[in-house]
């Protein structure tokens, strides 16, 4: 039998290190980001649904709906590299420094 908790949106996450408000923060395989900071052992929340602008490295491009990981390594969103994020909300350009991801879908 399975019991109603919470409709997911937004996940309880005790970090070991404070996170900064608007950080992307990466538990097992899910890409979560901080709506506000959460200081080192104290209780929080993460996003882990909705749509947010992740930075990424210039040059590439991809379609809207493209899957999209997130590389943690270098704190980017990238095409190929990294755990999988979700996917693309809008196209991505060459230029953008930022894209619209969808988290986890």
């Given at each position: ?18 996170v ?55 704190g ?15 196209a ?14």
């Amino acid at each position: 039998m399975a019991d109603y908790i919470q409709k997911g949106e937004v996940l309880d996450h005790t970090p070991v290190s404070a996170v900064a408000g608007g950080a992307v923060v990466v538990i097992g395989a899910l890409v979560a980001v901080a709506p506000r900071p959460i200081a080192a052992g104290a209780l929080g929340s993460l996003a882990v649904e909705g749509v947010f602008a992740l930075p990424c490295a210039t040059g590439a491009t991809g379609a809207q709906g493209s899957e999209i990981n997130w590389y943690a390594t270098s704190g980017v969103a990238h095409a190929s590299t990294g755990i999988a994020a979700g996917n693309l909300a809008k196209a991505r350009l060459a230029t953008d420094t930022t894209v619209d991801v969808i988290l986890n879908k």
